[in-house]
């Protein structure tokens, strides 16, 4: 039997975060193949993306190649996506840093 490559998953953010520590707690794990471009978005660009979701606007889909199962995890690799990705993850380790100061209450 031939498997379809091309199901669409959703997922959230939460999902996306998940996926990238090193023990997943959803069983799904996505890692960076070291074919991927280095970063190159700017701050102004991260804060653009993290500003589209806050307003639910549509970012794109990632892609991703299910590579197989180790010790339990589904492995994934990130084929197109990183540059949205690492600002998500950047985003939820330091949030502080997406802010601009116009936004911020004078007191």
Do not use: C
């Not at 031939?2 to 890692?31: C, F, G, H, M, Q």
């Not at 995890?73 to 997406?98: A, C, H, M, N, S």
């Amino acid at each position: 039997m031939i498997e379809n490559y091309t199901d669409v998953k959703p997922w959230s953010v939460e999902d996306i975060i998940s996926a990238l520590k090193e023990n997943p707690p959803k069983r799904e794990k996505i890692i960076v193949p070291k074919f991927q471009r280095t970063l190159v978005w700017t701050d102004n660009q991260r804060k653009s993306l993290i500003d589209s979701i806050k307003n639910g606007m549509p970012i794109g889909a990632l892609l991703l190649y299910k590579v197989g199962e180790v010790n339990g995890i589904t492995e994934y690799q990130l084929i197109d996506g990183l540059q949205r990705v690492t600002t998500l993850k950047k985003y939820y380790d330091k949030p502080t840093d997406f802010y601009d100061e116009v936004n911020l209450p004078d007191d």
